[in-house]
């Protein structure tokens, strides 16, 4: 009996186990694969220039989080998250897995990208640590940018966070960029806000460098 259980969990864990899942998704799409099926679905250059922001932040914090050898798939996450907002934008990640699994993407990219409209739209919790930055920093991206467009710069090589905190508490500011699914993030990662700004500010600055996604 000990030993069917101890089977089971094996298959269990193997099955779910996010690593074994990333492999597959590393050999099944790249990144300019990835962005190649986003801009199927959507035509706005709005939609595709916050895909390839939210792409390329993912990636930095792969990095910066200790997951530099899944960055492409943290990256392929980050661009496909809002795959169904243009066409769809009543059903937000509820239409996605279809449109995803209609690509041969795998589950776990699905419910990466489904969790992100955790409390919003679904019930699925961002659980590991790529799910809660995409969730923490999808929003904040708009919120910096917008922030960083109001200075002679209009980058954010120069933006400081205070400046993006000041804008955060401004609630008409911006108004769009969810403060309430920020701050959850923040809380869901155990960091204090000003801590998660400052890194999506870094990333930001290494999404200004490098805009050549595919
Ligand atoms: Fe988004």
Not at 76 to 98: M, N, S, T
Request: proline share 2%; net charge negative.
């Amino acid at each position: 009996m000990e030993l069917i259980r101890e089977v089971l969990s094996f298959f269990i864990r193997d099955r779910f186990y996010i690593n074994n899942l990333e492999v597959k998704v590393r050999k099944t799409i790249s990144v300019k694969e990835a962005w190649e099926i986003f801009n199927r679905y959507n035509k706005e250059p709005f939609h595709r220039q916050h895909a390839e922001t939210v792409a390329l932040v993912m990636r930095w914090f792969a990095e910066d989080q200790g997951f530099g050898e899944e960055s492409d798939y943290w990256a392929v996450v980050g661009l496909l998250h809002d795959i169904d907002f243009e066409e769809y934008p009543q059903e937000h990640c509820r239409k996605a897995p279809e449109l995803l699994r209609a690509n041969n993407l795998g589950d776990d990219v699905i419910r990466a990208v489904v969790s992100h409209g955790y409390g919003i739209t679904v019930d699925v919790r961002p659980e590991h640590q790529m799910e809660k930055i995409l969730y923490a920093a999808d929003e904040l991206t708009g919120l910096i940018w917008a922030v960083a467009l109001m200075r002679p710069s209009k980058s954010v090589a120069d933006l400081e966070t205070k400046s993006v905190r000041k804008k955060f508490k401004t609630l008409n500011f911006a108004a769009g960029c969810s403060r309430e699914v920020i701050s959850q993030g923040a809380v869901a990662l155990g960091w204090e806000l000003d801590f998660l700004i400052e890194k999506t500010i870094e990333a930001m600055r290494f999404w200004e460098k490098n805009r050549e996604l595919a």
